[in-house]
């Protein structure tokens, strides 16, 4: 499902020039956004985003990957900064192959991660090849 298809305000009509387009977007219809990468290969879909409270930047991505009706799914904190919006297909590009996904540092639904401890922080950058930017 795309960010417009969740779109209960209207805020990506037609209009290019009127509402908030890719360049400003509303995170609750982002929630549920596909993911793809750079084969055309399905990653999955985004879960949550994660804001530092702080600075208001979005820091991370979660995204679901494996599973059957969320059963054995796996999620992924995957910086932002790795994503890249696809304005033609209405989704996200992450570019890391899928078997390199599946051995992903990820996490259970119901045991998250601290994802402000800098041990954590500098391991998700470093596997992803991204910039860490400091919180606040």
Do not use: C
Request: hydrophobic share 35%.
């Amino acid at each position: 499902m795309n960010y417009e298809d969740r779109d209960t305000y209207g805020m990506y009509k037609a209009n290019p020039h009127g509402g908030p387009g890719p360049m400003l977007m509303g995170a609750g219809t982002l929630i549920g956004n596909d993911v793809y990468n750079h084969k055309d290969e399905d990653l999955g879909d985004i879960k949550e985003i994660m804001l530092d409270t702080q600075s208001g930047k979005v820091i991370y991505a979660v995204l679901s990957f494996g599973g059957f009706l969320g059963m054995g799914e796996k999620l992924f904190a995957v910086p932002w900064n790795a994503l890249t919006l696809d304005t033609k297909n209405k989704r996200f590009v992450l570019n890391v192959e899928k078997d390199r996904l599946k051995l992903a540092p990820g996490f259970d639904k119901d045991k998250w991660p601290n994802m402000s401890d800098p041990s954590w922080v500098k391991e998700i950058h470093s596997y992803y090849e991204t910039e860490s930017r400091p919180l606040h």
